[in-house]
T-cell receptor
Framework: NAGVTQTPKFRVLKTGQSMTLLCAQDMNHEYMYWYRQDPGMGLRLIHYSVGEGTTAKGEVPDGYNVSRLKKQNFLLGLESAAPSQTSVYFC?????????????FGEGSRLTVL | KQEVTQIPAALSVPEGENLVLNCSFTDSAIYNLQWFRQDPGKGLTSLLLIQSSQREQTSGRLNASLDKSSGRSTLYIAASQPGDSATYLCACQFYFGTGTSLTVIP
């Protein structure tokens, strides 16, 4: 049972390049989340999904797009990367059951934009 | 929007001391609160999850309490050890505080 898996774990981009981060969970969770973590800022919610085919904006959605075509996968895309998007990105998932479910996190993806 | 605050931002204590970390939130209509630990450069490890109907949860030397009416949660660590040194984060549903960086001095 792998839990929540993020790929890639490390990536370096040049300004203006695009990329996609993949989050996969094998726990049949309905809810999935993408966060970014910057020094001294805690975790800030970028986008989230409450089920297959649905997405919603979080606190800091600008510059990012997401898709949830399959229940187990949640993709985070950067269409034109900027240095301000240098960060560590975390994916999380939880079961919707009674909305009381525990959050499970991936190991993180460290992105550097030059 | 839920605002989550953790005070203090940093805390240093001698080994063996009992300590309390604080978490406050603005919207009391939460359905759970979760405490995490994060080591430098690592991911988040879940410590305790408190449902909105509960007042506290315990795991080993850790005890977390929840007071929805006052918008507060505390994480109590008993008999602290150097291995407890890490950043502790609280999350109200899916909104996070900025964490408390704990250093336990041998």
């Amino acid at each position: 049972n792998a839990g929540v898996t993020q790929t890639p774990k490390f990536r370096v981009l040049k300004t203006g390049q695009s990329m996609t981060l993949l989050c996969a969970q094998d726990m049949n969770h309905e809810y999935m989340y993408w966060y970014r973590q910057d020094p001294g800022m805690g975790l800030r919610l970028i986008h989230y999904s409450v089920g297959e085919g649905t997405t919603a904006k979080g606190e800091v959605p600008d510059g990012y797009n997401v898709s949830r075509l399959k229940k187990q996968n949640f993709l985070l895309g950067l269409e034109s990367a900027a240095p301000s998007q240098t960060s560590v990105y975390f994916c999380a998932s939880r079961h919707e059951r009674g909305r009381t479910g525990e959050l499970f996190f991936g190991e993180g993806s460290r992105l550097t934009v030059l | 929007k839920q605002e989550v605050t953790q005070i203090p931002a940093a805390l240093s204590v001698p080994e063996g001391e009992n300590l309390v970390l604080n978490c406050s939130f603005t919207d009391s209509a939460i359905y759970n609160l979760q405490w995490f630990r994060q080591d430098p450069g690592k991911g988040l490890t879940s410590l305790l999850l408190i449902q909105s109907s509960q007042r506290e949860q315990t795991s080993g030397r850790l005890n977390a309490s929840l007071d929805k009416s006052s918008g507060r949660s505390t994480l109590y660590i008993a008999a602290s050890q150097p291995g407890d040194s890490a950043t502790y984060l609280c999350a109200c549903q899916f909104y996070f505080g900025t964490g408390t960086s704990l250093t336990v001095i041998p």
